[in-house]
C-alpha cells in the first residue's frame, strides 16, 4: 500500500536552540520512499548524517522565537510483516558482532534484571520466535494501554511493575524480556497506518533465525503498512527531535493516509524526489 505520512512541529525558542532531527525514513526492508518534502520556517541551514544505526539524522540551529518543522512522504509499504513461529533462538556465539550490543541492559531496558519475569512468561515456549511471541502477547493481555501513565524517565521495570503505559513503554518492557533470554532486540520508531489514536509509534524487533522480525504488543494480530523512521536499543537512541537549549514543544501533529488508487498510478511513473533542503531526522518528542 501506498502511504502518505507525516507530521508536524511547532516550536517555541527562548533562545537560540541547536537541534538534533530524526524524522527522515530510508527505503529499506517493506518501505520504498518515493518522495519527500521537508519545510523548516524560518529557513536555516540543515547538515545531515547517519548514525551509528543507520538513522539518517539532521542538524539545525532554530532562532530565537517561533519555529516550525513539517516532514510529509509517500511511501511504499508492505501490506503483511512475516512470522516464523518456530524460527530457532540464535546462540551468542553465532550472533553478527554488530549485534551483541543488543543482547545488553541499556537506560530503559534494565534486561538483567527482568530475567524471572521472562522465563515465567516463556515456559513452555521453544526458544526463539515462540519466545518472543509469548512475549509480545502477554504484554499485550497485561498492561493496560492509558495516556498520562509514564514519563519520559519510565523504565521497563516501572511498567512491569505498574502494568500500565503507551506504546514506548509496551516496547521497552518487551526489548528487556527478550534480552534477559539472550535473544537481541530494538527499539523502532516510525508510523503505522490506522493507528488509534494517530501518533507516532513504537514496536521491537528480535533477533531469532539469524534475521530480524517485527513485533508490535500494542496490537492483537501482526499488521502491515509500517513506515520505520529509526532504529536505536531504547528511546535515548531514537527521539524525534533532540534539543540542545531553552524549547518548547507547543504542538506536534501526525497523520498516516492511504494514497488513493488514482493518485498511486500517476505516483507510480513519477521519479522519486528529494527536495534540496531535506534536512536529518531525529527528536525529543518520544512516541506514545
Known amino acids: 500500500m501506498q ?100 543482547t545488553l541492559p541499556s537506560r530503559y531496558c534494565q534486561s538483567d534484571m527482568q530475567g524471572n519475569l521472562a522465563a515465567d512468561i516463556t515456559n513452555g515456549a521453544l526458544p526463539g520466535y515462540d519466545q518472543v511471541e509469548a512475549i509480545r502477547s502477554w504484554i499485550h493481555t497485561n498492561i493496560k494501554y492509558q495516556y498520562g501513565t509514564s514519563n519520559a524517565s519510565t523504565s521497563a521495570v516501572d511498567t512491569a511493575q505498574s502494568r500500565v503505559g503507551v506504546c514506548r513503554d509496551y516496547t521497552h518492557l518487551g526489548i528487556s524480556l527478550c534480552r534477559s533470554l539472550n535473544i537481541p532486540a530494538r527499539m523502532v520508531v516510525g508510523y503505522l497506518y490506522k493507528l488509534d489514536p494517530m501518533d507516532m509509534h513504537a514496536w521491537f524487533e528480535a533477533y531469532v533465525g539469524g534475521r530480524w522480525y517485527t513485533f508490535d504488543a500494542t496490537q492483537d494480530k501482526p499488521r502491515g503498512n509500517r513506515i520505520t523512521v529509526a532504529y536505536g536499543r531504547d528511546a535515548a537512541d531514537v527521539a524525534f527531535t533532540t534539543q540542545f537549549g531553552n524549547m518548547d514543544l507547543n504542538t506536534m501533529r501526525v497523520w498516516v493516509d492511504a494514497v488513493d488508487e488514482a493518485e498511486a498510478e500517476k505516483k507510480a511513473v513519477e521519479p522519486a524526489t528529494v527536495p534540496a533542503e531535506a534536512g536529518s531526522t531525529n527528536q525529543t518528542t518520544t512516541a506514545a
Not at 529499506?28 to 536555516?44: F, H, L, N, R, S
Not at 541551514?45 to 509517500?74: H, K, W
Open 3 to 102: 502511504l502518505n505520512a507525516g507530521c508536524e512541529l511547532q516550536f517555541d525558542a527562548k533562545e537560540t536552540t541547536p537541534l538534533i532531527l530524526m524524522l527522515r525514513p530510508r527505503s529499506g526492508d517493506g518501505q520504498w520512499i518515493m518522495k519527500e518534502e521537508y519545510d523548516i520556517t524560518p529557513a536555516v541551514t540543515v547538515t545531515e548524517f547517519t548514525d551509528m544505526y543507520g538513522n539518517l539524522c539532521q542538524r539545525v540551529i532554530a532562532p530565537e522565537g517561533p519555529f516550525s518543522i513539517n516532514f510529509s512522504a509517500t511511501v511504499q509499504t508492505a501490506d503483511d510483516i512475516d512470522v516464523a513461529p518456530g524460527a530457532p533462538y540464535t546462540p551468542i556465539e553465532e550472533l553478527p558482532d554488530e549485534l551483541l550490543h543488543y
